[in-house]
C-alpha cells in the first residue's frame, strides 16, 4: 500500500511502499526508513506531526480520464490525490463541505478554476511544485482554511482566488508571482500582514476589500496603480507605503449624470492616518490621488486643505502667502506659484 508523506530533507510531496522497511527520495536521494518514517515520526526521527501526512485515498474515491481528475466522489475527509493525476479539472472538489485536508502529488501541474470553491470546512492544502497559477475562485469561500505555502513555481493569483477565506491569517507569496487578480484577498478578515512581490504592477479592484485585521502592507517598487475599493473596509489599516513608481490611485467621480462610477481604494480605512509614514502626505502624491481617493478617512480632510489653500490663493504646500511681483514665491516653503 502506498502511504503519502512528505521528505524529512527536501520536503517534496512523495509516496512510500508501507510494506517496506526503508525507501529513498526520489528528488534529492535521501534514505529513511518507512515504517518509522510514518508511524514513529516523533520518536525516531524527531518529524513534527504536521510534516508527514499518514492518510490516504483510494483510486475509486476518484473519476480519472487519462491523467485528469474529473470529480472527487469519496467520503474520506482527507484526501491524498493519486500519482497519476496530471490536471485537476474545474470544480472538482467543488461544494465538498466535509474535506479538511487535500494533498497534492508533484505530478500536478494545472489546478482549474473553483476547484475548491465553498470547500467550508477545508483547513490545509499542500499544492504541487511546478504549479503555475492558483487559479480563479481556486479557494472561494474555504471558511476554515488558516495558511497556505504557495509554490515558488507560481506566477499569477487570479481573481477570486481566496476571497471569503475568512480564517486565512497567513499567506507567503513567492517572488515569482508578477500578477494577483481582483477581489483574491476580498473578506479575508483575520489576515494581518502582506507583502505584495516585486514584479506585481496593479493592485486591483477589491483585491484586499474588507480584510478588516490588515494591519501592515509592503508594496513593491514595481507597482504602477492601485484600482478602485482595492483596500476598502480594511479598518485597521494605519499607514501604507506608497512607492514613487505609483502613476494612479483611483477615486471616486462623477458622471454627466450625476452617477458614482468609481470607488476610492482606501474607502472607510477610518484609521488611515498616514501615508509613508507621513500625516500629510499630499506633496508626495501630488498628482497621482485626490482628496477623493480617501473617502471616509482620516486623510480626506487633509487633502481638502489643500484645496481650500488654492481657493484663498496661498501656497498649495503650505498655505503660506506669496511675495514678489513677476515671480510669485511662498514667503514659507519657498516655492513658486504653480497655479494661476
Given at each position: 500500500m502506498l502511504i503519502p508523506a512528505k521528505c524529512t530533507q527536501c520536503g517534496s510531496n512523495l509516496t512510500v511502499d508501507s510494506s517496506q522497511d526503508a525507501a529513498v527520495c526520489p528528488f534529492c536521494n535521501t534514505p529513511f526508513v518507512a515504517?518509522?518514517?510514518?508511524?514513529?515520526?516523533?520518536?525516531?526521527?524527531?518529524?513534527?506531526?504536521?510534516?508527514v501526512n499518514v492518510f490516504q485515498t483510494k483510486e475509486s474515491d476518484f473519476i480519472i480520464r487519462g491523467g485528469v481528475l474529473e470529480k472527487y466522489i469519496g467520503e474520506n475527509t482527507e484526501v491524498c490525490i493519486p500519482n497519476n493525476v496530471v490536471?485537476?479539472?474545474?470544480?472538482?472538489?467543488?461544494?465538498?463541505?466535509?474535506?479538511?485536508?487535500?494533498?497534492?502529488?508533484?505530478?500536478?501541474?494545472?489546478?482549474?478554476?473553483?476547484?475548491?470553491?465553498?470547500?467550508?470546512?477545508?483547513?490545509?492544502?499542500?499544492?504541487?511544485?511546478?504549479?503555475?497559477?492558483?487559479?480563479?475562485g481556486l479557494f472561494s469561500g474555504c471558511e476554515q482554511l488558516k495558511?497556505?505555502?504557495?509554490?515558488?513555481?507560481?506566477?499569477s493569483i487570479e481573481g477570486s482566488a481566496f476571497q471569503h477565506c475568512e480564517s486565512l491569517s497567513d499567506i507567503s507569496m513567492p517572488d515569482s508571482i508578477s500578477e494577483i487578480g481582483g477581489s483574491a484577498f476580498l473578506n479575508c478578515k483575520k489576515l494581518k500582514n502582506i507583502v505584495v512581490p516585486e514584479g506585481v504592477k496593479s493592485i486591483r479592484s477589491k483585491t484586499f476589500a474588507n480584510c478588516s485585521s490588515l494591519e501592515s502592507v509592503v508594496l513593491p517598487n514595481t507597482l504602477e496603480e492601485i484600482e478602485n475599493e482595492a483596500f476598502k473596509d480594511c479598518i485597521s489599516l494605519r499607514?501604507?507605503?506608497?512607492?514613487?513608481?505609483?502613476?494612479?490611485?483611483?477615486?471616486n467621480y462623477y458622471d454627466s449624470l450625476y452617477e458614482l462610477q468609481e470607488y476610492a481604494?482606501?474607502?472607510?480605512?477610518?484609521?488611515?492616518?498616514?501615508?509613508n509614514g507621513k500625516t500629510d502626505p499630499y506633496e508626495d502624491l501630488f498628482g497621482i490621488a485626490i482628496k477623493e481617493s480617501f473617502v471616509g478617512t482620516p486623510l480626506?480632510?487633509?487633502?481638502?486643505?489643500?484645496?481650500?489653500?488654492?481657493?484663498?490663493?496661498?501656497?498649495?504646500?503650505?498655505?503660506?502667502?506669496?511675495?514678489?511681483?513677476?515671480?510669485?514665491?511662498?514667503?514659507?516653503?519657498?516655492?513658486?506659484k504653480d497655479y494661476r
Open positions: 515504517e518509522k518514517a510514518i508511524n514513529n515520526y516523533n520518536t525516531t526521527n524527531n518529524i513534527k506531526a504536521d510534516v490536471r485537476v479539472n474545474e470544480g472538482a472538489f467543488k461544494d465538498c463541505y466535509g474535506i479538511t485536508n487535500v494533498v497534492f502529488p508533484n505530478s500536478v501541474n494545472f489546478i482549474g478554476d473553483c476547484v475548491f470553491s465553498n470547500c467550508t470546512s477545508l483547513e490545509t492544502v499542500s499544492l504541487p511544485e511546478g504549479l503555475e497559477k492558483i487559479s480563479l495558511k497556505v505555502n504557495i509554490p515558488h513555481s507560481v506566477k499607514n501604507i507605503n506608497i512607492p514613487k513608481s505609483v502613476k494612479k490611485i483611483a477615486h481604494p482606501f474607502e472607510n480605512c477610518k484609521n488611515l492616518r498616514t501615508i480626506f480632510e487633509v487633502f481638502h486643505k489643500h484645496l481650500v489653500f488654492v481657493a484663498k490663493g496661498k501656497c498649495r504646500w503650505c498655505g503660506g502667502k506669496f511675495k514678489g511681483i513677476m515671480t510669485k514665491v511662498c514667503s514659507v516653503c519657498n516655492k513658486k
